[in-house]
């Protein structure tokens, strides 16, 4: 996988359960399916087509990530 100037930058992932952003790296994201909220602990999906579609276009576009992530968290 092409090395992203991106895997080291840390992004906020919002909780659909308390809304907490749970920093974690870009390149931790693209090697794991789910996070652990550090704000109430629930379990956020992250094997989402839309999510990984997300990461690709967060390299141009961190505000849509952003927007897309918190989308598909809603959706459960
Ligand atoms: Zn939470």
Redesign the pocket.
Known sequence: MAKSILDSAEIGVP?P??G?ETKKSVGWLRSHDELV?S??G?TIRLDDEGFRAGLDSADKAMGDFKRNLARLNKRR
């Open positions: 909780c359960g308390c907490h909220c704000g109430c629930e």
